[in-house]
């Protein structure tokens, strides 16, 4: 079976520019989950979704970021405008219905923003 | 709200030699979840285990092992006869909420380096 797929895998941005992250959950799972990693501030949650409604957004930084998913295949992060303190590894992660914590991530997207 | 500590920031052991990665955490619930993850230098994180508060009986897993220990908050993680490939950072996270629409807690993380 497919693990989470996210894309693209590396992006390099100038400040200023949109950026869109991509993620495609495992299938049959109903919880996405977007974190951002930092040497700083180590592993945050930005936002999370249940079956495709946002269920807790109070991790995303500020209005630059903005996140959606309009059906249980397909969500995406976007930045807008991108800074350089937006620098990070962004991680998608899904999860089956009732069980809890068992977070399957995807391989991250290394954004670079200049 | 949960909260998670991990104290040792890096670790470094020669191939072979058992090692413990400490974790303490807080939490106002009765009843929870606790897990652990591992990020090699590949960089996606893995699931290792679950544990449930109300079950307090030390799990194994070939050369890993867990010790929960709820009288002192404490959710330790060893791996015995250490091998290169365990070099990684371990994640230990309290979950918080509901079944539905809780969410992981990571900590800081430890970051194990085993040397041959």
């Known amino acids: 079976d497919a693990g989470v797929i996210q894309s693209p895998r590396h992006e390099v941005t100038e400040m200023g520019q949109e950026v869109t992250l991509r993620c495609k959950p495992i299938?049959?799972?109903?919880?996405l989950f977007w974190y951002r990693q930092t040497m700083m501030r180590g592993l945050e949650l930005l936002i999370y979704f249940n079956n495709n409604v946002p269920i807790d957004d109070s991790g995303m930084p500020e209005d630059r970021f903005s996140a959606k998913m309009p059906n249980a295949s397909f969500s995406t992060l976007k930045i807008q405008p991108s800074e350089p303190r937006d620098s990070a590894v962004y991680f998608c992660?899904?999860?089956?219905?009732?069980?809890?914590?068992?977070?399957?991530f995807g391989p991250g997207t290394r954004l670079t923003v200049t | 709200a949960q909260k998670v500590t991990q104290a040792q920031t890096e670790i470094s052991v020669v191939e072979k030699e058992d090692v413990t990665l400490d974790c303490v955490y807080e939490t106002r619930d009765t009843t929870y979840y606790l897990f652990w993850y591992k990020q090699p230098p590949s960089g996606e994180l893995v699931f290792l285990i679950r544990?449930?508060?109300?079950?307090?009986q030390n799990e194994i897993s070939g050369r890993y092992s867990w010790n929960f220990q709820k009288s002192t908050s404490s959710f330790n993680f060893t791996i015995t006869a250490s091998q290169v490939v365990d070099s990684a950072v371990y994640f230990c996270a309290p979950y918080g909420g509901s079944s539905n629409t809780g969410k992981l807690i990571f900590g800081q993380g430890t970051t194990l380096q085993v040397k041959p």
């Open positions: 992660a899904s999860r089956k219905q009732g069980n809890l914590g068992e977070q399957y």
């Open positions: 299938s049959g799972h109903n919880s």
């Open positions: 544990r449930n508060s109300f079950d307090e």
